[in-house]
């Protein structure tokens, strides 16, 4: 019993990955290359390999894990609210803007005139239970399916940042941003700005299988532990955007 499970997993991920190979193809054929103009992959993975294992993998997830999501989905109905689903647009491969799908996590809460109350009236218990497990970002495995993100990857920003990147922060856009990544197991939201752009950057400039492989356990880790988790996003990290323009980075 347990080897016909296993043999059809196997085949399962195996159909995902000759899939993941075919979508890799058509897109080359489209010229949706997985890294911006003049970025020079570091080797045969990147160029050849990355791509199709991500969507494999991500594909595989969904297959397998889609009663969770499911279950989630209704959870989050239950305890939060319709829309089950929280999108927001961000930067991604040069830069091109796309929607990052997220489960919801917060209230839609308003006052009299119609804005949003602050984010720490707005958290629910089940909100932060979401967040401490990273569930609220598994949804993001249909964005990289897409070809949005890549497993491993400068994690995709704000949209409003963009104009206040210097010349080499702005090769974090060179490639696919990330459902993880360096800077990710590497302190998170612990980082300052600097540092967490330097360590998109050698990413960028060093992306092998092993790097990625090291990056997914370690963030599997980090999960099970909810080491470096922001649970509360009114303690989050500072605005990029507003500091750069107040010149304190």
């Given at each position: 019993m347990v080897k016909k499970i296993f043999d059809t997993l196997v085949l399962m991920f195996g159909g995902c990955l000759g899939l993941g190979f075919i979508v890799?193809?058509?897109?080359?054929?489209?010229e949706k290359r997985g890294w911006a103009e003049g970025h020079k992959p570091k080797g045969i993975y990147e160029k050849y390999m990355k791509r199709p294992m991500d969507f494999a993998l991500a594909l595989?997830?969904?297959?397998?894990?889609?009663?969770?999501?499911l279950i989630i989905a209704i959870a989050v109905r239950i305890n939060i609210?319709?829309?089950v689903f929280f999108n927001q647009e961000r930067p991604g491969l040069g830069g091109k803007i796309f929607s990052i799908y997220k489960f919801r996590t917060m209230t839609d809460v308003r006052d009299d005139e119609?804005?949003?109350l602050p984010d720490e009236e707005r958290h629910t218990k089940f909100g932060v239970w979401l967040r401490r497990i990273s569930g609220d970002e598994w949804c993001e495995l249909w964005n990289i399916v897409r070809g949005d993100l890549s497993i491993i990857g400068p994690r995709p920003l704000l949209k409003e940042y963009m104009p206040y990147y210097s010349e080499e922060e702005a090769h974090r856009h060179d490639v696919r941003p990330g459902l993880t990544g360096l800077a990710q197991v590497?302190?998170?939201n612990n980082l300052d700005w600097d540092k967490r752009f330097s360590t998109d950057v050698e990413y960028v400039n060093n992306i092998t299988f092993m790097t990625d492989v090291?990056?997914?356990?370690?963030?599997?880790?980090?999960?099970?532990?909810?080491?470096?988790?922001?649970?509360?996003?009114?303690?989050?990290?500072t605005n990029f955007a507003e500091e750069r323009k107040a010149g304190r980075i």
């Open positions: 890799s193809i058509v897109e080359k054929i489209q595989f997830v969904l297959l397998i894990f889609w009663p969770i999501l609210g319709s829309p119609g804005n949003l590497n302190g998170r090291k990056i997914l356990f370690k963030t599997i880790k980090k999960v099970i532990s909810h080491e470096d988790v922001l649970e509360d996003t009114s303690k989050g990290e």
